[in-house]
């Protein structure tokens, strides 16, 4: 083909880059049409290792006498759990606090007087052994213990639970991508993008007690361990034809 001028080429030139970036820009469009879902999926299992938090309390006239009363009754939980069978690695100082209780006059004039002093050491235990937490709860109440402020259960190792999971959440992605495309009267393609996010749960801790209540309770306190669940979200994009 023979131009007459430069300006016809030219504008020929720019037609058919027109043409082709138009076809470039449909076929982009159709690549990139999509669905996105989220899918859930929930994996339950029973716990197996249980985490309990006991404290003990001591007023005495002196600090130096309310913590050697502490100290004497901690020694004595201490040799409670290891008669257990709990690891001393599995036994740590959660908090140890000493603080002077007060009487204020009730007509409120001058300085509280001090009438003692209030020591507290609170203890965390790791049983690995949850039916034995309802002994182990009894054990330290004879000891000494005079709160418990809570029971907690978990899992060492969540992977089985979070596999389980993931596999359900990725199954009702699928399922719920395909409602869609069947609705909207497309077929899906190939997955373009995932994402995750994964959550635990478990039972609500025991709320602390009084040693009244332990004592009503032990040697065992009916504790529940009840099953502890992995949930996982997946949110996944479909390409649709």
């Known amino acids: ?20 970036g138009l076809a470039a820009a449909q076929d982009e469009q159709a690549a990139t049409r999509s669905i996105s ?23 005495a006239a002196t600090v130096e006498q309310s913590a050697r009363d502490n100290q004497t009754v901690v020694a004595r939980i201490l040799r409670a ?20 209780e007060q009487q204020y006059d009730p007509r409120g004039g001058g300085e509280p007087k001090i009438t003692g002093y209030r020591v507290s050491n609170t203890v965390s235990v790791t049983v690995n052994e949850v039916d034995k937490v309802g002994a182990v709860l009894g054990a330290v109440t004879d000891a000494g213990a005079n709160s418990v402020q809570g029971v907690s259960f978990g899992v060492r190792d969540t992977a089985a639970l979070e596999e389980r ?20 009267g497309v077929t899906l393609g190939e997955v373009q993008t995932i994402s995750m996010s994964s959550g ?26 009840g099953q502890l669940s992995v949930n996982v979200q997946v949110h996944v994009t479909y390409a649709i034809r």
């Open 165 to 184: 999971a993931r596999a359900a959440a990725m199954a009702n992605a699928r399922e719920r991508a395909e409602a869609l495309a069947g609705l909207a």
């Open 81 to 100: 759990l290891d008669a257990q069978g709990i690891d001393e690695k599995d036994i740590q100082t959660a908090s140890y606090s000493i603080w002077p």
């Open 37 to 59: 879902v989220t899918g859930h999926g929930e994996a339950a299992g029973p716990p197996d290792q249980a985490q309990v938090t006991v404290g003990v309390q001591t007023l």
């Open 200 to 225: 635990g749960g478990q039972p609500l801790p025991m709320m602390g007690v009084s040693r009244m209540a332990m004592a009503e309770a032990a040697p065992d306190p009916g504790i529940a361990a």
């Open 1 to 20: 083909m023979i131009f007459r001028t430069y300006r016809q080429a030219l504008l020929l030139a720019v037609m058919i880059v027109g043409v082709g």
